[in-house]
C-alpha cells in the first residue's frame, strides 16, 4: 500500500508563488503517473496536472498552463507543484494522487491512492 503526504500550502497574495510537495512511500513510486487535483469551497475537485513517471509527459488543465510547473524527483519519492502568478480563483484545497495503470489520465475516479490535502489560499 501507498501513502502520500502534501507540504507547502499556505496563505498568499495575487500574483505570489508557492511550491507543493508530495512524498510517497510504501510502494514502488518511480514507475507511476503522479497528479494534482484541487477542489474549491462549493465546486466539484478538479484535475490540475499530472506527470508520466518517466517525467516526459506533463499535462495541465487550461487554466493553469504558464503558471503551474509539475515536476518529480524519483530517487526522493517526491512530487512537486510549483504554482506561479497566483489568482484568487486559485485557492482551493490542493491534493496530490498516485496512479497505478497504464494510461495516464485527467480523471480522478481512475487514481488509487490521495493525499490528505493541503491548502491554498490567495488573497486578492
Known amino acids: 500500500q501507498v501513502q502520500l503526504v502534501e507540504s507547502g500550502g499556505g496563505l498568499v497574495q495575487a500574483g505570489g508563488s508557492l511550491r507543493l510537495s508530495c512524498v510517497a512511500s510504501g510502494s514502488t513510486f518511480s514507475r507511476f503517473t503522479m497528479g494534482w487535483f484541487r477542489q474549491a469551497p462549493g465546486k466539484d475537485r478538479e484535475f490540475v496536472a499530472f506527470?508520466?513517471?518517466?517525467?516526459?509527459?506533463?499535462v495541465y488543465e487550461d487554466s493553469v498552463k504558464g503558471r503551474f510547473a509539475i515536476s518529480r524527483d524519483n530517487a526522493k519519492n517526491t512530487v512537486y507543484l510549483q504554482m506561479n502568478s497566483l489568482k484568487p480563483e486559485d485557492t482551493a484545497v490542493y491534493y496530490c494522487?498516485?496512479?497505478?495503470?497504464?494510461?495516464?489520465?485527467?480523471?480522478?475516479?481512475?487514481?488509487?491512492?490521495w493525499g490528505q490535502g493541503t491548502q491554498v489560499t490567495v488573497s486578492s
Open positions: 506527470i508520466s513517471w518517466s517525467g516526459g509527459t506533463k
Open positions: 494522487a498516485l496512479q497505478q495503470g497504464n494510461f495516464p489520465t485527467t480523471r480522478a475516479p481512475q487514481y488509487d491512492y
